[in-house]
């Protein structure tokens, strides 16, 4: 199966064009931003610390059927920091309603055991990457049966924006190729 998600949905946690509705101010670069959004507990910025966040977002703009222009990639962002994050901005693992232009978006999270099921029958995932120090979220939106190990899971990456492996993603991050560093795992709907 290859990817859900389209090139109209990724989103680049680092992407400095993102702005804030109305100015040239870069929003994902903002040490402000977490504030903007309720979350008094939270430093840092989308860029360092927003892969979960943007990741989230992805999964809001396919669901939704938006693309990824200015408004809605930041009005996605800002609906997953506020409703997806705790006041710290950590993922919370729980399900919420995104409302984006005139849309009630449902976004259902619940944990899973396998990933590789739930892709392989068409389910949307995401996933933590864990290894000491080093955390990374990303969403796995297919599968290619003709490929092995982590290199058949398709992953739509904040880190960049980029369709690649969860293969792929693991090096690049410097996780340990090993399914010991996938801490976490959640089917989207």
Known sequence: MPHKLSSTHLINQGDTSIKYPGTETSAFTDKNFYKNCGKTGASGDIKTFGCAICSLAMFILYKGGLTNNNDN???AVVEAT????NNDADFTAKGFTAKMENKDIEVAIDKIADISAE???GNICMVKLEEGKN???VIVDG????ASGFDRYLVADPDGGTQKTLADTMKKRGFTVDAKVITGKYKLS
């Open 73 to 75: 990639t930041y009005n």
């Open 82 to 85: 506020k409703k997806g994050t």
């Open 119 to 121: 892709v392989q029958n």
């Open 135 to 137: 955390m990374h979220f």
């Open 143 to 146: 599968w290619n049966s003709s």
